[in-house]
């Protein structure tokens, strides 16, 4: 099996040789408690990582949370029958499928930061235009358009975070860093319907996803101005960058 790998690896490098393997730096790493991991997530090294990381997981599961629980009761509103909402959600949620697979193509192709900020501006946009669409006449084609891009965006989004955040830490931290930038998103993900609970009957459905599309472009703003990239980097070379 590993002479199978080493002609895959020839033919895709086109020579009849390998080269060499390039010798890393050892990086020390001692087994450490929860609350060492957490001082190190908060280490100068690590701080803005970790604020940028926290900040796109609230907002970006705010604005999901906020939008996609919602989802059936906010058709109902646009005069669709429960059977008929409950049907089209189903059916904006097959958008996911493709774009899981699509951003976790594009993540290794174009890299971690870009397709955040893509999938999160895409994901916004189209919620805007969902929500107008909802507004405006409830056009069942605009509808369903506009939905299944929706959730491609957002879907592809989770592809995206779940991959990204790991690579922002090191080893001794990696648990603790990923698993407190997810309960600070699930903490976005309640306030989410409760929020959209509260703003609803104040400006509409139309509101309410401006409200959401609002949630997405902040996460991308954040991604775009203090996110680093990760793809192709060793975890050395990760533990080394300071942005």
């Known amino acids: 099996m590993l002479c199978a790998i080493e002609d895959k690896v020839r033919a895709s490098l086109q020579r009849v040789d390998l080269p060499e393997p390039i010798a890393l730096p050892r990086v020390a790493s001692t087994p450490g408690t929860f609350f060492s991991a957490l001082r190190e997530i908060w280490s100068p090294l690590y701080r803005q990582?970790?604020?940028?990381?926290?900040?796109?997981?609230?907002?970006?599961?705010?604005?999901?949370?906020?939008?996609?629980s919602w989802l059936s009761a906010l058709l109902q509103q646009s005069g669709f029958a429960v059977?008929?909402?409950?049907y089209y959600t189903v059916l904006i949620s097959l958008g996911g499928i493709p774009g899981f697979?699509?951003?976790?193509?594009?993540?290794?192709?174009?890299?971690r930061k870009p397709v955040c900020i893509v999938t999160l501006l895409g994901g916004g946009v189209?919620?805007?235009?969902?929500?107008?669409?909802?507004?405006?006449?409830?056009?069942?084609?605009?509808?369903?358009?506009?939905?299944?891009l929706m959730q491609f965006f957002l879907f592809g989004m989770w592809a995206v975070l779940y991959t990204y955040t790991p690579e922002l830490y090191p080893t001794s931290a990696r648990a603790t860093g990923s698993g407190?930038?997810?309960a600070i998103g699930r903490v976005g993900s309640l306030l989410g319907p409760l929020v959209?609970?509260?703003?609803?009957?104040?400006?509409?459905?139309g509101g309410v996803f401006a409200l959401g599309a609002l949630c997405f472009a902040i996460a991308a703003a954040v991604v775009w101005l203090f996110g680093t990239e990760t793809r192709g980097k060793t975890l050395e070379e990760l533990s080394e960058a300071t942005v």
Not at 49 to 68: K, N
Not at 83 to 86: E, K, L, P
Not at 196 to 205: N, Y
């Open 180 to 182: 407190f930038a997810s």
């Open 49 to 68: 990582r970790t604020m940028m990381i926290w900040s796109v997981w609230f907002f970006a599961l705010l604005g999901f949370y906020g939008l996609t």
């Open 126 to 148: 189209m919620a805007f235009l969902y929500g107008q669409s909802a507004v405006f006449g409830g056009n069942v084609s605009l509808l369903i358009g506009s939905g299944l």
């Open 83 to 86: 059977t008929q909402s409950v």
């Open 101 to 111: 697979l699509m951003a976790a193509w594009l993540v290794e192709r174009w890299g």
């Open 196 to 205: 959209t609970g509260l703003v609803f009957p104040i400006t509409g459905q």
